[in-house]
């Protein structure tokens, strides 16, 4: 009998050994843990979105029918028709589309080229520059909310143009001011990003184009440049992303425009019932779909660089 | 020499103009969009501020906004308690999860691209306007039904019921249901974090792992005496990000209170005044956590 648990237990090792190559209970009761709880977390991470995709294709009857919990019985494209009519989707959606595009382009312009002259030059004042930076960070955008509003609400150029000023409330002026003068949304991150990538890269490729003739603004556009496209992009991503996503600063200067994020909220307003609404729904569906391509098609770039470009030194 | 006297620039000077070149857009707007409505703002707590035709007028009033927003609002010092005690829970909580599902990540396993593409899902959806309709779904259901109905991850009530069938005290159960139900919450507000310490268990080298294992050290023990050391660090760092992206985030009733006293309620000077306060006693609570966390981090070089 003992000769029969003792075969048993080196039958059970040497399968454990063979199927999921480990080596001990203690080890394959980790792994077994382990696997519990990512599946777990990733199911809590994916619920929500899960959720809005099967709601959103659903009937009136299905939400109220108990019985219904994932698949639609009655699944329609009602929702979508109607979503896409209220929130005037395609004028949204292009309107979004061109704002982000342009927030991220100029984001990474400004913050490149800040990020390079912090990580390569050395001048008075760059330590307080950089601290600056951060210090832009960490300011609750909720303190400055206010006169940011004033200003692009009666905007005179600090007092350089005459008296009514201009209101650039509602058009794209005060999100392409900010981001092209690196003050955007999250762009003292970004200009971190751009000084860590920078100050790890090797001095001697601009030590040699210093040396073959070419000025510090050749160097940095025909040397140092071509080397950094995983930081661009990290950088070009997030900024899109993020302005996409925007909600704080997009009520603030757009808020009678129709760009998606207002357009959804007010939809939102709209149509909820206690019930959620799956018109609702449908309308978030399609205001993360855009996202949801790019981050399909990129989401090696979001992975790989976030680990590449030194997010933390 | 000579030939740089003749512009007038010494050749490090040259180079440090440079330096000023490539960092002006920031500096431009850095003082355009950050200091200059910094102090308008500190203007404005302290000013009635009224829009007329073309402009607005500001009168001096003390500190009249700052005893409104703290004796006659009658809902901000709740609220800025409330949202001061739910960002010490939240980033505890946070940090402590983070960590625990960055060591999970690290390790190898079949389908790690699939999960860390899962986790890094709420990076790129966790923020703004999506999260801010949960958000107020959320507290919508609270309000109306006292409870949530059953589109949240986990029932509220079916968790209870388990809970109690398992023999737990009732005094008990009120509590555990509240801590599983922030676990969503908890997991979606750390993404960054996440990331940043997976990076960090990147950077630390292997070798130290395999003396620690020649010498005989459990996983356990390299974890405190290696791991945790080396990351410190980087808690450091994700305790002030955490503490910061509660600041703008819609998880936080006081940035809507805010908002809410600006646009349509006691008026842009009260609010701003509200923004001041709020923004100090974050701040000293950054600077205290910092100042006493630094005390025990180590640095590698």
Redesign the interface.
């Known amino acids: 009998m003992p000769g029969a648990i003792a075969n048993a237990k080196s039958w059970i090792r040497r399968t454990m050994n063979r199927r999921i190559g480990v080596s001990s209970v203690g080890e394959l009761l980790f ?1 077994v843990i ?2 519990v ?2 599946i777990g ?9 899960v ?1 809005k995709i099967s709601s959103s294709f659903m009937s009136g009857e299905d939400i109220y029918d108990n019985t219904v919990r994932w698949i639609p019985r009655r699944p329609t494209l009602n929702n979508y028709r109607d979503a896409f009519y209220e929130m005037e989707y395609g004028w949204a959606l292009l309107r979004s589309l061109a704002l982000a595009v342009a927030v991220g382009a100029l984001s990474l312009m ?1 913050c490149t ?2 990020g ?3 990580a ?5 004042g ?1 330590e307080l ?1 950089f601290a ?2 951060i ?17 692009f609400r ?1 905007f005179n150029l ?1 007092g350089l143009l005459p ?3 201009v209101n650039l409330l509602n058009s794209f002026w005060p999100f392409l ?2 981001s ?4 955007g949304l999250r762009n003292g991150l970004f ?1 971190y990003i751009m000084r860590q990538y920078f100050s790890g890269m090797p001095r001697n490729l601009e030590e040699a184009a210093y040396i073959d003739g070419a000025g ?2 050749r160097t ?1 556009f025909s040397v140092m440049l071509p080397c950094a496209p995983p930081a661009l992009m990290i950088v070009f991503l997030f900024s899109f ?2 302005q ?5 600063y997009t009520s603030i200067y757009m808020a009678g425009t129709n760009v ?2 207002m357009a ?2 007010q939809l ?1 307003q709209d149509f ?1 019932t ?3 609404s799956p018109i ?1 729904n449908a309308g ?1 569906v399609m ?2 779909l855009p ?1 949801l391509i790019i ?1 399909a098609f990129l ?1 090696r770039y ?2 790989e660089s ?2 590449r470009t ?3 030194g | 020499m000579r030939r740089g006297r003749r512009f007038g620039l010494s050749l490090t000077s040259k180079m440090s103009m440079y330096g000023y070149v490539f960092a002006l857009p920031f500096i431009v707007g850095f003082i355009l969009f950050f200091l200059y409505p910094m102090v308008q703002s500190v203007i404005f707590s302290v000013s009635d501020l009224v829009i007329r035709r073309g402009g607005y007028d500001l009168e001096y009033v003390g500190l009249s906004n700052y005893r409104y927003a703290l004796f006659v609002d009658d809902k901000y010092v709740r609220v800025l308690v409330e949202t001061l005690g739910k960002m010490l829970g939240d980033v505890g909580a946070v940090l402590i999860f983070s960590l625990f599902a960055a060591s999970l990540l690290n390790s190898r396993f079949k389908g790690r691209t699939l999960v860390r593409v899962i986790f890094l899902l709420p990076v790129i959806f966790g923020s703004g306007v999506i999260m801010r309709i949960e958000e107020a779904d959320y507290r919508n259901q609270v309000l109306v039904m006292g409870t949530e109905v059953g589109t949240g991850v986990f029932s509220r009530e079916a968790l209870a019921g388990f809970l109690m069938q398992i023999g737990i005290p009732e005094t008990m159960l009120e509590y555990i249901v509240n801590v599983v139900y922030g676990i969503p919450r908890i997991i979606r507000a750390s993404a960054i974090q996440i990331l940043i310490f997976l990076a960090g268990f990147q950077s630390i080298p292997k070798s130290l792992y395999e003396s620690a294992d020649v010498e005989g050290a459990t996983r356990w023990e390299s974890f405190w005496k290696i791991t945790f050391p080396l990351l410190s660090p980087l808690i450091l760092t994700n305790i002030v990000y955490s503490t910061v992206d509660f600041f703008g985030s819609p998880r936080n009733e006081m940035i809507e209170k805010i908002r809410a006293t600006a646009f349509g309620g006691a008026g842009y000077g009260v609010s701003t005044a509200m923004a001041f306060m709020y923004f100090a006693l974050v701040s000293f609570l950054i600077t205290v956590i910092v100042v006493v966390v630094s005390r025990w981090v180590f640095y590698h070089e």
């Open positions: 792994v382990r696997a709880l990512l977390m990733c199911y809590i991470i994916v619920f929500p979105m959720s400004s080229l800040v390079y002259g912090l390569r030059y050395r001048f008075p760059r520059i600056g930076a210090l832009t960070l960490v300011i609750p955008p909720s303190l400055l909310m206010i006169p940011m509003y004033m200003n009666f600090y008296e009514p000023g001011m900010t092209a003068t690196a003050t200009i510090p603004i940095f992303v993020w996409w996503n925007d909600y704080f998606l994020p959804l909220s939102r909820i206690q019930l959620g609702v978030s205001f993360i996202i981050f989401q979001f992975v976030v680990d030194g997010l933390v």
